[in-house]
């Protein structure tokens, strides 16, 4: 759903957190939320599944596409009327200011990492299911889904027959085939592979259907397929893909990619879904990894949104003339992976000592100035379905000063990497944590990484660093990217037997109470022997012109309406 506030203005640490100003009158600010209270129930208890989650005991009948939401449900407005929103209407050049991109940027989606990419991936491509604007799944290139035997071991998805590629060629079953296929495999570049595994076969039911079979059930699968590396490509020859020219049959096709500068697109008329979307008739996104410049932009009418904003400073650009801010809470949160295999992070105390001494409340009150909510060093969010509401940590130095001593230090000194192209602030809360952390002995050295780097040099390379992930619509998926052991992209090189025990029981379990148990087991084990701080979950709060129109709900997975704002909003 969505309220209106009122946003403040200047606010700063010093002057409390937007709760605590909420009497101070300023311009609206929309804010989206659930319609549904998350349920609070005993410590080390799992929730129920949530009443919209992903449906379990599958069967031909009961998998048949519908709108299963992903546990973030937006609903229609409390206490407010609906807008009055004029019809869609097309025309117009949509013009974003994305906040990181990179020299290293390129179209493979089996490496896509960067927010500019994730955001042209879904400029271009289509996938074969989405996440809508209500948080739902809903259908892209996918028409439907089924699985086709009880135990979710096999599905049936159709394809859209009037589907065509940007050069004019139809998208058929074949294409999808050799789409998925580019990630399976040891071969594989993709980073999504880990998502493959247990997949013995994708094959081609004529030229509008595509059969998956898996080595075990999997009552997920549908969602996963909207995860922004399985885009659609034109199959090769070969059995491979083409992706170097951005080639895809999305909403709109490239003219121009600058990497970490600039990418422009123009309509696609061969759009599957060209007559419910793609109202502007082009598209340009410009890299502005510096917040300043992004508020900027926005405020002189430079661009018609901005996909992040600077918080400390979200109050005062609220008051800007023609400018919305968009504040949607979310499952997207802050890492601080340590490299379970690099001294001194190899020893679980060490890594006790570092999540006793962070102070996370402290740090959503001056650093996202009420924009989010406390983390418990685990990735599923409150809002996500199967969240286990175990005791929340807070800072506690005895503790820290405990497990350091019992790693055998009396004092540790370790340099945290960080750039505050992850959050506009991620350096001052760095450099806050090193405050928290010093009287337990800790002494965190800050070190500011050059922004363009980041992801090929820092992430991945460097043993303690700071990280930004978006939810994953089910906790299957992300624990599977990036918890289990050998996942391409489990930052912290932790590996857990257990965990990967129950990872692998839980994606086929049917028993809803059965799989509840194991993820909150599975949430457990992460907080407490895993390598990753998650200090926070934060809101994702964009801005737009007001001349730009959306529906009543946005997506909360990606920025701007889960990345698809571009397809879905148009300009009054």
């Given amino acids: 759903m969505i309220f209106a506030r009122r946003a403040f203005a200047g606010f700063s640490p010093g002057r409390g957190s937007p709760a605590e100003m909420a009497g101070q009158r300023g311009p609206l600010v929309y804010v989206h939320c659930s319609t549904e209270a998350v349920p609070r129930i005993d410590a080390m208890t799992p929730t129920k599944p949530h009443p919209t989650s992903p449906v379990r005991n599958p069967s031909r009948r009961s998998l048949l596409l519908g709108a299963a939401a992903t546990g973030m449900a937006a609903g229609l407005p409390l206490g407010l009327p609906r807008a009055a929103h004029a019809a869609p209407k097309r025309g ?29 991936n879904h ?36 394809l859209a027959t009037n589907a065509h590629f940007h050069d004019g060629r139809k998208v058929t079953a074949a294409d999808v085939v050799a789409s998925m296929n580019y990630h399976r495999g040891e071969s594989s570049p993709s980073a999504a592979k880990s998502l493959m595994e247990g997949m013995t076969d994708i094959t081609a039911d004529g030229d509008h259907a595509v059969i998956f079979s898996l080595d075990r059930g999997n009552a997920d699968l549908p969602y996963m397929m909207a ?17 170097k ?21 123009v309509r696609h008329d061969g759009w599957h879904r060209a007559d419910s979307g793609a109202w502007f008739d082009a598209v340009k996104m410009t890299v502005l990894n510096d917040p300043n410049a992004r508020q900027a932009a926005i405020v002189t009418g430079d661009v018609d949104a901005v996909t992040d904003v600077d918080l400390k400073t979200a109050g005062r650009l609220a008051q800007a003339p023609g400018v919305i801010l968009d504040d949607v ?29 962070i102070g996370r409340q402290e740090i959503v009150d001056k650093i996202l100035f009420g924009y989010g909510t406390v983390g418990n ?8 379905p199967y969240f286990a509401d175990l005791p929340q940590r807070t800072q506690d ?39 928290q952390a010093r009287p337990a002995g800790l002494d965190i050295k800050v070190k500011q990484e050059p922004v363009d780097a980041y992801w090929s040099s820092v992430w991945l390379k460097k043993p303690f660093c700071v990280v930004s992930w978006t939810a994953r619509p089910t906790p299957d998926i992300m624990f599977s990217q990036a918890y289990k052991a050998g996942a391409d992209w489990n930052e912290s090189h932790w590996e857990n037997e257990r965990f990967n025990e129950l990872l692998l029981k839980a994606k086929s379990e049917t028993n809803d109470e059965l799989r509840a148990e194991m993820y909150a087991e599975m949430q457990l084990l992460c907080r407490d022997d895993g390598g990753t701080i998650v200090p926070f979950f934060r809101n994702r709060t964009s801005a737009r012109r007001d001349n730009v129109m959306h529906e009543d709900s946005i997506a909360a997975v990606w920025e701007l309406d889960g990345a698809r704002g571009y397809h879905r909003w148009w300009f009054a």
């Avoid at 799944?137 to 599905?155: H, M, Q």
């Avoid at 490509?233 to 059995?239: I, V």
């Avoid at 350091?404 to 809360?429: Q, T």
Wanted: charged share 20%; glycine share 8%; proline share 7%.
């Fill in 92 to 120: 117009g050049t949509f013009r974003v200011g994305v906040h990181d991109g990179s020299s290293t940027d390129t179209w493979d989606p089996a490496t896509t990492e960067s927010i500019l990419m994730i955001h042209a």
């Fill in 123 to 158: 400029v271009a491509r289509a996938y074969l299911t989405e996440i809508t604007n209500t948080n739902e799944l809903g259908p892209d290139l996918a028409t439907s889904w089924e699985a086709t035997r009880d135990d979710a071991t096999e599905w049936r998805f159709e």
């Fill in 227 to 243: 995860d922004y590396h399985f885009a659609i490509q034109p199959a090769t020859p070969e059995g491979g893909i083409e992706w």
């Fill in 245 to 265: 020219d951005g080639m895809g049959c999305g909403p709109y096709k490239p003219t121009e990619f600058q990497p970490g500068i600039r990418v422009d697109f």
């Fill in 329 to 357: 809470p979310s499952g997207t949160h802050i890492t601080m992976p340590m490299m379970c295999d690099v001294a001194p992070f190899d020893d679980v105390n060490v890594r006790l000592a570092f999540k006793h001494a």
């Fill in 377 to 384: 060093d685990q990735p599923i969010a409150s809002s996500m």
């Fill in 397 to 435: 130095l005895d503790k820290a000063r405990y497990h350091l001593k019992k790693a055998g230090h009396d004092n540790l000194s370790v340099e945290l990497s960080v750039n505050d192209v992850i959050l506009p602030g991620a350096v001052n809360m760095c450099s806050l944590f090193a405050e």
